[in-house]
């Protein structure tokens, strides 16, 4: 083997050899490491601070304008229509005893005319049967006059008066009947809807209009009947005249994008709960709903309007509000004391959409947990988020 070949044998292995000493010592001087346990965190959580507080309880329903007072408008005789107010048009005010419509007079005239007439012949016939009646008991008394002449002498009497009493009733009738021609506005009021004009043929009892008073505006709330527990809705009893009370009832509504509130009262409460719903009927009723308020731009409380209420119910003393986040399960919160959660059962007195009342089983100033909590367990530790706007600390 000649040199030039040794050396391309030995090369590579010196090369080889160098390198497997390079790799132990690089393991060899390699830093030892240190193993060490994860550390878990404790979870943070948000949380909110316990405030006792008063608070009035309300209860929120809806519902439509109704009048208090609603009547058809009925001639009571029959004729031509002479005369219509202006005021009896669809959505026309009118006040109470201002005539509305008039119907033609001369028929009405005629009838009272024959009835005085009638009057006048009845009381000459009862002017001759007392004549007669008399002469048959002076003759009877002289044994001149039967019996049977006495006793047609007395009915021919009895019947003259009988025909005068039906001459004054026909007319008392005919008076009133000419009357009656002109109808008046039995309270002050609005029209719904006319149906009749000048010229018209109108029949005795025939509809010509729908008024309604305006003195009042009512709107009939349906109540749960979970709910009549945190109101006191007036109840009649029978055989009690006492005044019932009378919770103030808030109407909101929007008209034109904007809204507008009317403040009235609980008046009355209906006789029967709803079978099928289970609620009961209350009745707001808001004065004068037609009148200007003063400083204020806001439209009447017009009959069909659609209206969101609030009745204010009981007061609540010392109470705490908590979002729903902070129940678990039915009256359950967790509260931090230390950095632990800790279960605690509370009073519910009412759950709302959005809050829950509490009160009992909180103190003022304590903390508690409004963030959701898997696999809660009572004393396991926690962080406590930092002021978000929400949570307090």
Known sequence: MSKKKSIKVILP??????????????????????????????????????????????????????????????PEVSGRVEWVSPALAPGGFFEEGAPL????????????????AAKARAQSEVRLARANLKRSLDLSEQGVVSSAELDTAKNNAGVAEAMLMEAEAQLERAATDLERTEI????????????????????????????????????????PDDQLAYVDLPLH???????????????????????????????????????????????AQVANPYARSSGSKRPPLAVGLFVEAEILGRELRDVIVLPRA?????????????????????????????????????RDGELVAVSPIEAAVDGMAIRIAPNDGIAMR
């Open 184 to 223: 008046v506005a039995p309270f002050a009021g609005r029209v719904r809807d006319k149906r009749v004009d000048v010229g018209q043929f109108v029949n005795r009892g025939t509809p010509v209009a729908t008024i309604y008073s305006v003195d009042f505006a009512e709107v009939r709330l349906p109540v």
């Open 326 to 362: 902070a129940i678990r399960g039915k009256d359950r919160v967790l509260v931090v004391e230390d950095d632990t959660l800790r279960f605690r059962d509370v009073e519910v007195v009412r759950a709302e959409r959005e809050n829950v009342i509490v009160s009992g089983g909180l």
């Open 13 to 74: 292995v010196l090369v080889i050899a160098l390198g497997i000493v390079g790799l132990v010592g690089m393991i060899a001087a390699r830093p030892k490491v240190e193993t060490k346990a994860p550390e878990v965190q404790p979870p943070l959580i948000r949380v909110m601070s316990a405030t006792t507080q008063d608070l009035q309880l309300k209860v929120t329903a809806q519902g439509s304008v109704a009048p208090r007072t609603e009547s058809s408008l009925v």
């Open 101 to 116: 419509l008039r119907i033609e007079r001369r028929d009405a005239e005629v009838a009272l005319r024959q009835a005085r």
């Open 237 to 283: 009893y029978r055989g009690e005249s006492d005044e019932p009370m009378q919770p103030t009832v808030v109407l909101r509504a929007r008209i034109a994008g904007s809204e507008y509130e009317w403040e009235g009262k609980i008046v009355r409460t209906e006789g029967e709960i709803d079978p099928r719903s289970r609620m009961v009927h209350a009745v």
